[in-house]
């Protein structure tokens, strides 16, 4: 694992984790907590299916990365499983499969945008960054124009997407882009 894939892996965990274990209960808090930034009630329709879709995620990665079974995941079973799952989306990638993930990009979109107008405005996202716990560590302006490709000042679907792609397959530093600054 390199230094770039570390960073991201920790940054994901350092997001969901309540102290210092990935749980279930970490999940949820972040929908909460965005609702609450929002304004929204926490059983809004973008809500609560982001809700339920890290519940199945956490359903999924649960077995997979908590190997001693206690019911959360340290920072060290974190990590491996984040890397077995980023070799994985890289031979799908590789293979030209479809990407696994864009079904939770979705989700995740529709939550991030709490107007409901179909995109992500530098508010909306500095609003998910700090439900994550995350934006006092992130440049905003630098992160926000790095993904907002076409410079229209909101971040599209197909933006947002090309972001989760990069973030979860591109670790090589002189790969454009590889500065990752956001969640």
Same mark, same amino acid.
């Given at each position: 694992?390199? !230094?770039?894939?570390?960073?991201?892996? *920790?940054?994901?965990f350092d997001a969901y984790a309540i102290d210092g274990y990935l749980s279930k209960e970490g999940f949820d808090r972040h929908t909460r907590i965005l609702a609450e930034?929002?304004?929204?009630? &926490?059983?809004?329709?973008?809500?609560? &299916?982001?809700? @339920? !879709?890290?519940?199945?995620?956490?359903?999924?990665?649960?077995?997979?990365?908590?190997? *001693?079974?206690?019911?959360?995941?340290?920072?060290?079973?974190?990590?491996? @499983?984040?890397?077995? $799952?980023?070799?994985?989306?890289?031979?799908?990638?590789?293979?030209?499969?479809?990407?696994?993930? *864009?079904?939770?990009?979705?989700? $995740?979109?529709? @939550?991030?945008?709490?107007?409901?107008?179909?995109?992500?405005?530098?508010? !909306?996202?500095?609003?998910?960054?700090?439900?994550?716990?995350?934006?006092?560590?992130?440049?905003?302006?630098s992160a926000f124009a790095g993904f907002d490709t076409n410079e229209d000042g909101t971040l599209s679907m197909d933006e947002f997407v090309n972001l989760y792609h990069?973030?979860?397959? !591109?670790? *090589?530093?002189?790969?454009?882009?590889?500065?990752?600054?956001?969640?």
């Amino acid at each position: 694992m390199n !230094e770039i894939q570390q960073a991201r892996y *920790d940054r994901v965990f350092d997001a969901y984790a309540i102290d210092g274990y990935l749980s279930k209960e970490g999940f949820d808090r972040h929908t909460r907590i965005l609702a609450e930034l929002q304004g929204r009630p &926490a059983d809004a329709e973008p809500i609560a &299916a982001l809700r @339920a !879709e890290l519940f199945l995620i956490w359903g999924q990665l649960a077995p997979m990365a908590d190997t *001693d079974n206690d019911g959360r995941i340290t920072r060290h079973e974190w990590r491996a @499983a984040a890397q077995g $799952l980023t070799a994985s989306l890289q031979q799908a990638q590789k293979q030209g499969m479809p990407w696994p993930f *864009d079904h939770w990009v979705q989700v $995740l979109y529709g @939550a991030i945008d709490g107007n409901d107008d179909g995109s992500v405005t530098k508010e !909306e996202y500095r609003q998910w960054l700090d439900a994550l716990g995350l934006a006092d560590d992130t440049d905003l302006d630098s992160a926000f124009a790095g993904f907002d490709t076409n410079e229209d000042g909101t971040l599209s679907m197909d933006e947002f997407v090309n972001l989760y792609h990069q973030y979860w397959s !591109e670790f *090589d530093a002189s790969v454009p882009g590889h500065r990752w600054i956001g969640p």
